[in-house]
C-alpha cells in the first residue's frame, strides 16, 4: 500500500476534517566545502499523513528530535514543506502566500513552549493580546479593550494584568497569556507544541484543565506535541507516534495505551511511569543510538533499535496500515 493510500484509509475517521497533512516532507539541506554546496539533506519529516476532525485533539509524541515540533511549524506555514500538502478547513494552504495566507491564519494559531520567548518583553500584555485584534480592525478602541478583558478572564487572569509586561508573571501566568493572545482571533485550530514542558506538574494540570475547557467552549481542535506520554493521554482523543521523522503508529488513545502494536511505541510506554497498579508492564531497553535524520537507515527506520528486527525490515519501508479497527502502524510483524 503507497503512502497516498494510507492517508485516505486515515480519512475513514468520522466526522468533518478541519486539518488534513498529506504525503508532507520536510528535508533541510546540508551544505559543505568552500562554495557551501548542497551534499546532503536532513530528512525532519518524512512522508507524514493523518487528519484531525473538527473538535478533536492529536497528540504527537516521540523523542527529542524525531521531527515532531518540525511538523507543528510546517501545519504553521512557519516552515514550508518539502513535499505533500497541508489542507485546512479543505483548503490547500501549503501553496498559498502573503496575504491571502495571512487572512487564513485567523483559523490557525500556535502557542509555542517558552512562553516568555513568545512574547514581546517591550509590550504590555494588553498590547500584546490586542495586537492581533488592531491589526485585523476587529472593531473600535473601546471593543478591543473589552475583548482584550474578556480574554484575559477566560484564562483566569484579571483585567489588571493587561497594564503589566510579561516578566511580572509566572510561568504558568505567561502561558495564559500566551493562549488568551492565541484566542484573540477565534482560531478553529491551535498547535501547542510542547505547552506545559517548562511547567511545574502542579501548573500544567492547571493549564491542561483550562486548554481542555476551551475546547469545549469555542470548539477548538488541538494539535498537541508533547514528549510525555502521561500529559497526551490526559488531553488527547487520538495518539500519532513519530521515529525519525516517520509516523510508525496512530491509534485512539485508550487503543494505543493498552495495546500498542509498534516496538518502538511498546519501548517508549514501558518506560513511562506508571501508578502502581499497572507496574507489571515489562521494561523494553532500547540499544543504540537514534540513527542521525541525514543518514536514516534503508527500509524500516527503527530497525537498527529493534528488539523484533526481521531480515525484510532492514530493506523493506513498510506503509503504514490499519490492523486493529481505527490503529494504524507501519511495521512488518503485522504485515
Do not use: W
Not at 501545519?75 to 497541508?86: E, F, L, Q, W
Not at 508573571?169 to 505567561?174: M, T
Not at 491551535?190 to 511545574?200: H, T
Request: overall charge positive.
Amino acid at each position: 500500500m503507497s503512502a497516498l493510500e494510507s492517508e485516505l484509509a486515515l480519512k475513514k475517521t468520522q466526522g468533518k476534517s478541519i486539518l488534513e497533512v498529506r504525503n508532507v516532507k520536510k528535508y533541510f539541506p546540508i551544505a559543505g566545502g568552500v562554495l557551501r554546496r548542497t551534499i546532503g539533506q536532513v530528512k525532519a519529516v518524512d512522508d507524514v499523513s493523518f487528519s484531525l476532525p473538527e473538535g478533536e485533539t492529536i497528540g504527537l509524541v516521540g523523542e527529542s528530535g524525531c521531527g515532531k515540533s518540525t511538523l507543528g511549524r510546517l501545519i504553521m506555514r512557519i516552515n514550508d514543506p518539502t513535499a505533500g500538502s497541508i489542507l485546512m478547513g479543505g483548503q490547500d494552504i501549503t501553496r498559498v502566500k502573503g496575504r491571502q495566507l495571512r487572512k487564513l491564519r485567523h483559523d490557525f494559531q500556535m502557542v509555542f513552549q517558552d512562553p516568555y520567548s513568545s512574547l514581546n518583553p517591550r509590550m504590555s500584555v494588553g498590547s500584546l493580546i490586542a495586537e492581533p485584534l488592531i491589526v485585523n480592525k476587529r472593531g473600535t478602541r473601546s471593543d478591543v479593550n473589552n475583548e482584550v478583558v474578556r480574554l484575559l478572564e477566560i484564562v483566569g487572569l484579571t483585567p489588571e494584568a493587561r497594564l503589566r509586561f510579561p516578566h511580572e508573571f509566572s510561568g504558568g501566568q505567561r502561558q495564559r497569556i500566551a493562549i488568551a493572545r492565541a484566542l484573540a482571533l477565534r482560531p478553529k485550530l491551535i498547535v501547542a507544541d510542547e505547552a506545559v514542558s517548562a511547567l511545574d506538574v502542579s501548573i500544567q494540570a492547571q493549564v491542561l484543565n483550562l486548554l481542555a475547557d476551551l475546547r469545549k467552549e469555542f470548539g477548538l481542535s488541538y494539535v498537541f506535541i508533547s514528549h510525555n506520554l502521561a500529559v497526551v493521554k490526559h488531553v488527547s482523543d487520538r495518539v500519532a507516534v513519530m521515529y525519525l521523522g516517520r509516523l510508525v503508529e496512530l491509534a485512539p488513545k485508550r487503543q494505543l495505551y493498552s495495546s500498542p502494536l509498534h516496538p518502538y511505541t511498546q519501548a517508549l510506554l514501558s518506560a513511562a511511569p506508571e501508578p502502581k497498579r499497572h507496574v507489571n508492564r515489562e521494561r523494553i531497553v532500547l540499544v543504540g543510538d537514534v540513527p542521525s535524520p541525514a543518514k536514516p537507515p534503508s527500509g524500516c527506520a527503527f530497525h537498527t533499535r529493534c528488539p523484533k528486527v526481521m531480515d525484510v525490515c532492514r530493506s523493506e519501508r513498510p506503509a503504514l496500515k490499519e490492523y486493529a479497527p481505527g490503529q494504524f502502524t507501519a511495521c512488518h510483524l503485522y504485515a
